[in-house]
């Protein structure tokens, strides 16, 4: 996409004319509801500064629905209970409508609702999807790849992954992820700076490709701590609080003398907290905790406040859209705004946004 | 279609009221011209029978989509932070599910989107719609009335309504909601029957017909109390515990004496009962609290657990679905399942569903 470079863009033209994008979006493709001095004004800068729509940014402007459906392969009662998904959601929503795009969110109560989405996908009433598809062994993405509608993926796809989980099994499928495996080295590397050798990991679900990148970039760098590869030093949780206190209290009697604990994500720090304060450790003197997600409040208000690694999920949400929008185009350098030094784009199809290690004083 | 063929005829509650068919008519579309007793007998019959009558609902017989569109007149940040819209989700995907209908949910950022939502489901895409639209002055209702789509309403609608909030401005509209006015009187009956006469109320939002139910309620009561009708003594609020704070602060300073509290839902009680302690009131025994909603786990955390009114959420969405799949049929007696002696139909298109008074120890 070198030539998206050069040429000039959308929003070059909505900012000559002072106009918002979608003004400058509806004007080039005749639609109604542009007033004449405003069109004009658009015409005029559009000509003045040459500007051409790419084709595959045309193609879905000039589509049928303006609508873009978001598909979240996890029960109904999950996506309103995580916050995970209503910050990608804001995101994505306010992306969609600064392109006067309708959100479709499909819901579902599970795995059997599935083929009634990819069915919906299929019958030509969005341009285009946005696909959370959290598990493995997930149907879905199949089903919606046959289904034939341009999609961009929330997270790293694990399906049709090789068997090392690389990402090279799904060429030409579009995502947005974190660097998990990154930001989990950062959040270990920490840990192993402040002296601590007997660092615990307390998974995500591994059928999920974030908990499973979080595992091995723990392993990347307690492979080189001397006992750093002790399995007991490892359980599997689910994302949650509970999952949390569970796993904590399992590693305490696996391994009494740990001195830190790297949880998968901020809920799971919660539960794990707890039950390091009912033991009578103290945190971070006995045991330093860190986290992943730095999202909403959570973080800032555990005893004591979590140090996390924080990912942008609103952000992530807003560059998925982006992408769809534009034909599926990568971010750095396309002039989407979503480049800058700050993302860098996966060998696959992959966009990954960096991580940063928030310190609090848990560890 | 035999299912319609049971449904409840204009000819039956003509039968059954003793009245011509056109009188049903006229009484049921809203015309002038039926004297009041006549009137009454009609809406009696309708209500017993549990008639709706909805000519556009039927043409959902022959759906093409299998889609239902749920529409939130909020901005998408609201839907997702407020409970009370997952509930009803959760209530309406379990049902259109159950019935392998897609929900398909239509997010907006503000008022600006309505004009895109409306064109979606003109478009086609959708069977129905199930639409929450909380305000009196929005303009989506119309917009979606103009679309020609079949529709139920989430809540009594407020536009169209006579000078005196009356729903008969909105014949053949159909929608479900809770019985917010006799909510209320149960709530402020049983303050008053604890021998509270100086009872104060924090109301929603007043462009709800919510809470201007609810506060209609309030006065149906306080009208037989000696001073209750006082104006001091109500403070408009917005359904927030910040604001439920705020409000209670300023009653406290217009009328000190105060000895209860009707608080127009549980977030706003919850800010009321921070400020009562902080005054230094004891609850119940200073100062005794009632709210609207026992939504989740708020109303039994609060301290003292509140005494509130519950209403029926996730059923009140799985009704509302009901009915659209059924091309309008109301609840009772029309083996939806949704009857029995709880359910009323209001003398409009409205399903009612009753509250009950849950007594903890705040009053």
Redesign the interface.
């Known amino acids: 996409m070198t030539e998206a470079v050069s040429r000039p863009t959308l929003e070059a033209v909505a900012a000559l004319a002072g106009v918002s994008r979608a003004t400058v979006s509806r004007v080039v493709n005749g639609a109604d509801g542009v007033r004449e001095p405003l069109a004009e004004r658009v015409r005029r800068a559009v000509a003045e500064l040459g500007y051409v729509p790419n084709q595959a940014a045309r193609s879905l402007v000039t589509k049928r629905?303006?609508?873009v459906a978001v598909v979240i392969a996890e029960p109904?009662?999950r996506v309103?209970?995580d916050p995970f998904f209503?910050l990608q959601?804001?995101g994505i929503?306010?992306e969609l409508?600064a392109h006067?795009n309708?959100?479709?969110?499909?819901?579902?109560?599970g795995r059997d609702?599935h083929a009634?989405?990819a069915?919906?996908l299929a019958?030509g009433?969005v341009d285009g999807a946005l696909v959370f598809s959290l598990h493995l062994d997930d149907p879905l993405p199949g089903l919606i790849q046959a289904a034939g509608v341009p999609t961009v993926f929330g997270g790293r796809p694990g399906w049709g992954a090789g068997a090392d989980g690389s990402p090279r099994g799904n060429p030409g499928v579009v995502y947005v992820d974190c660097d998990n495996r990154g930001g989990a080295r950062t959040a270990v590397r920490h840990l192993v700076e402040l002296g601590r050798s007997r660092v615990a990991h307390i998974t995500g679900p591994l059928d999920q490709t974030s908990a499973a990148d979080r595992l091995d970039g723990y392993r990347d760098v307690m492979a080189g701590v001397p006992g750093g590869g002790d399995p007991r030093l490892v359980v599997e949780s689910d994302f949650t609080p509970a999952g949390g206190e569970h796993a904590m209290r399992e590693l305490l009697a696996r391994r009494p003398d740990l001195d830190a604990v790297f949880a998968a994500n901020d809920l799971t720090a919660l539960g794990a907290l707890r039950v390091l304060r009912e033991s009578g450790r103290r945190v971070p003197e006995d045991v330093a905790v860190v986290g992943f997600d730095d999202m909403g409040p959570v973080a800032e208000q555990t005893d004591p406040p979590l140090t996390t690694v924080r990912q942008e999920i609103e952000e992530m949400g807003r560059l998925m859209a982006r992408l769809l929008l534009r034909g599926g185009a990568s971010g750095a350098g396309d002039g989407t705004g979503a480049g800058g030094p700050a993302t860098r784009n996966g060998a696959d199809g992959g966009v990954i946004l960096p991580t940063t290690l928030i310190r609090r004083a848990s560890a």
Chains 1, 2 share one sequence.
């Open positions: 629905h303006d609508a109904e009662t309103f209970a209503a959601l804001r929503s306010k409508t006067d309708q959100l479709v969110l499909l819901l579902t109560e609702d009634r989405v069915r919906y019958g009433h």
